[in-house]
C-alpha cells in the first residue's frame, strides 16, 4: 500500500477511514506459523476482538487461522464468516452459565475461566470437552492495564487451586481437553513468556485426556521505530523444542495453540484522517482532524504512540505540532511530534490502525463511525460502509410525553 494508493482510497471512500493490508496479516500468519514449523499440530486462533470484520475474520480464515473468541456475538461472526465451529474456541471471562450454554448449543471449543462456572457446568454437562483457563500469576509487560496473568487479575483460575480444579473434574467426571493462559497483551521478553510456559506444562500434567495447550498470545509489534518487539523467530524454535518434549512425555502429539490478535492485524491497519484546521497558539502548532477518541481511543486509553504520517506532504519540511480531534473533549493523539508540514485539507495517515482501533471506536458526539476498506491483490475492497444518520436513530424510540 503505497501513499497514492491511501491518497486514492480517502478520495473514493471519504475520510475518516480505516484501510487494512491483507498482505500484511498474510505475512505476519507465515511468520508465526513458520517459527513454530517443527511442531507437529499448531492452531492459530486470531482473536476477533482485535478487529471484527466478517471479510477480515473470512480472510484470515482463508489462511487457516481459528477464531478465539470473548463473547457469544463473537461466535456468531466466526460462525457467519464461515469459520466452522470446531476451529473456534470461546474464551469469555465473567459471563454467565446461560450464555456458555448458548456456546455449547452453536458447537465451539468452551474454555472456563472460574471455579463456580466449571462446578456448575461439569455437573450439568459433564460429556462437553472444557478447555482451563489457568492464571499463572506471571507478571507480564510493565502496564498494569495489559497485564492479566498476575495476582491481582480477574482473568484465569490461580494455579494454587489446581488442587480444588482436580476435585471438581473428579468430582463431576468431566472431560478436560484443553489447557489455556493468556497473560497480557504485552511480552517483551520471551524468558517471561517461557517461564509461565513453564508453569502450564506443570499443570498440563495434571490432565489425562487434553488434545491442546493454548499459550495465549502477547505478542508484542513495534509501534513507533525503536520499539522493542516479541522475537517470534527465537520465541518459536525455544518454545517448540520444549513443547515436543513435553508431548513425548506425556505420551500423545497435542495441539499447541495461539491467539494472536495484534500481532496479525495491528501493523496491517492505517487509520486515514483529514486535517481540518491548523491552529497556532502561543505555545504550540495544533492539527485538528476530522476524528477523535470516538473514533481511535488507544492514544487516550493506553497512552499508545500511533506513528503519524502526513502523507499528502511525504516531501515537506519537518515540524512539531499537536494532534487533536474534533470532539469536545480533550482528545490528543499525539503531543508535540515532528511531522512533515501540515496544511488545512491534509491527509495523515495512523499506523497500527488494525488492533482494537475500530473495534473500540462510538458513536460520542453522535458521529458516524468510518468505513473500512481492505487492501487486497492492489483492489480496495469496501467492507464496512461508513454510517449515516439512520443509524443513530435506529433503535431509539420517541415517546409522546
Ligand atoms: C485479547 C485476547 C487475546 C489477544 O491479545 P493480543 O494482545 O491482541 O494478541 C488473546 N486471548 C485472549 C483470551 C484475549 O482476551
Known amino acids: 500500500m503505497t501513499n497514492r494508493d491511501l491518497l486514492s482510497i480517502a478520495h473514493e471512500f471519504g475520510s475518516p477511514v480505516y484501510v487494512y493490508d491483507a498482505s500484511k496479516m498474510a505475512s505476519q500468519y507465515k511468520r508465526l506459523t513458520q517459527a513454530f514449523e517443527k511442531v507437529a499440530k499448531v492452531r492459530i486462533n486470531y482473536a476477533v476482538k482485535a478487529l471484527s470484520n466478517l471479510s477480515v475474520l473470512?480472510?484470515?480464515?482463508?489462511?487457516?487461522?481459528?477464531?478465539?473468541?470473548?463473547?457469544?456475538?463473537?461466535?456468531?461472526?466466526?460462525?457467519?464468516?464461515?469459520?466452522?465451529?470446531s476451529h473456534i474456541i470461546y474464551t469469555p471471562n465473567g459471563v454467565s452459565l446461560e450464555e456458555i450454554e448458548k456456546a455449547v448449543t452453536l458447537g465451539v471449543q468452551i474454555n472456563i475461566d472460574n471455579l463456580s462456572i466449571l462446578e456448575q457446568f461439569g455437573t450439568l454437562h459433564p460429556k462437553i470437552p472444557v478447555c482451563i483457563r489457568i492464571n499463572p500469576h506471571v507478571m507480564a509487560g510493565g502496564n498494569t492495564n495489559i497485564s492479566v496473568g498476575h495476582i491481582d487479575s480477574k482473568f484465569g483460575i490461580s494455579i494454587h487451586q489446581m488442587p480444588h480444579i482436580k476435585r471438581i473434574v473428579e468430582n463431576t467426571g468431566m472431560n478436560i481437553n484443553g489447557i489455556h493462559m493468556h497473560t497480557g497483551s504485552d511480552i517483551l521478553d520471551v524468558d517471561v513468556f517461557l517461564y509461565a510456559?513453564?508453569?502450564?506444562?506443570?499443570?498440563?500434567?495434571?490432565?489425562?485426556?487434553?488434545?491442546?495447550?493454548?499459550?495465549?498470545?502477547?505478542?508484542?509489534?513495534?509501534?513507533?521505530?525503536g520499539d522493542v518487539e516479541t522475537n517470534v523467530e527465537e520465541f518459536g524454535e525455544k518454545l517448540s523444542k520444549r513443547f515436543n518434549t513435553f508431548c513425548e512425555n506425556y505420551g500423545k502429539q497435542?495441539?499447541?495453540?495461539?491467539?494472536?490478535?495484534?500481532?496479525?492485524?495491528?501493523?496491517?491497519?492505517?487509520?486515514?484522517?483529514?486535517?481540518?484546521?491548523?491552529?497556532?497558539?502561543?505555545?504550540?502548532?495544533?492539527?485538528?482532524?476530522?476524528?477523535?477518541?470516538?473514533?481511535?481511543?488507544?492514544?487516550?486509553?493506553?497512552?499508545?504512540?500511533?506513528?503519524?504520517?502526513?502523507i499528502s506532504n511525504p516531501d515537506g519540511k519537518e515540524r512539531f505540532y499537536?494532534?487533536?480531534?474534533?470532539?469536545?473533549?480533550?482528545?490528543?493523539?499525539?503531543?508535540?511530534?515532528?511531522?512533515?508540514?501540515?496544511?488545512?485539507?491534509?491527509?495523515?495517515?495512523?499506523?497500527?490502525?488494525?488492533?482494537?482501533?475500530?473495534?473500540?471506536?462510538?458513536?460520542?458526539?453522535?458521529?458516524?463511525?468510518?468505513?473500512?476498506?481492505?487492501?487486497?491483490?492492489?483492489?480496495?475492497?469496501?467492507?464496512?460502509?461508513?454510517?449515516?444518520?439512520?443509524?443513530?436513530?435506529?433503535?431509539?424510540?420517541?415517546?409522546?410525553?
Not at 473470512?58 to 465451529?85: C, N, R, W, Y
Not at 458516524?368 to 492492489?378: G, M, T
Open 58 to 85: 473470512k480472510f484470515l480464515h482463508s489462511l487457516g487461522a481459528g477464531m478465539d473468541t470473548v463473547s457469544i456475538q463473537e461466535v456468531k461472526l466466526g460462525l457467519e464468516a464461515g469459520v466452522p465451529p
Open 197 to 225: 510456559s513453564e508453569i502450564l506444562f506443570e499443570a498440563a500434567k495434571h490432565f489425562n485426556d487434553l488434545e491442546f495447550i493454548d499459550f495465549g498470545s502477547g505478542f508484542k509489534v513495534p509501534y513507533r521505530p
Open 254 to 310: 497435542l495441539t499447541l495453540a495461539f491467539e494472536p490478535g495484534k500481532f496479525l492485524v495491528s501493523e496491517a491497519g492505517k487509520f486515514l484522517v483529514k486535517v481540518n484546521v491548523v491552529k497556532q497558539t502561543t505555545s504550540t502548532v495544533f492539527a485538528q482532524v476530522d476524528s477523535g477518541f470516538n473514533h481511535l481511543i488507544r492514544p487516550m486509553l493506553y497512552g499508545s504512540q500511533h506513528d503519524i504520517h502526513n
Open 322 to 401: 499537536s494532534v487533536v480531534g474534533y470532539i469536545c473533549e480533550t482528545d490528543t493523539f499525539a503531543n508535540n511530534r515532528r511531522i512533515k508540514e501540515i496544511r488545512e485539507g491534509d491527509i495523515l495517515a495512523f499506523h497500527n490502525a488494525g488492533a482494537y482501533c475500530f473495534t473500540m471506536s462510538s458513536n460520542y458526539n453522535s458521529r458516524y463511525r468510518p468505513a473500512e476498506v481492505l487492501w487486497h491483490q492492489d483492489k480496495a475492497h469496501l467492507i464496512r460502509k461508513r454510517e449515516i444518520f439512520e443509524d443513530l436513530v435506529r433503535n431509539q424510540i420517541k415517546v409522546d410525553l
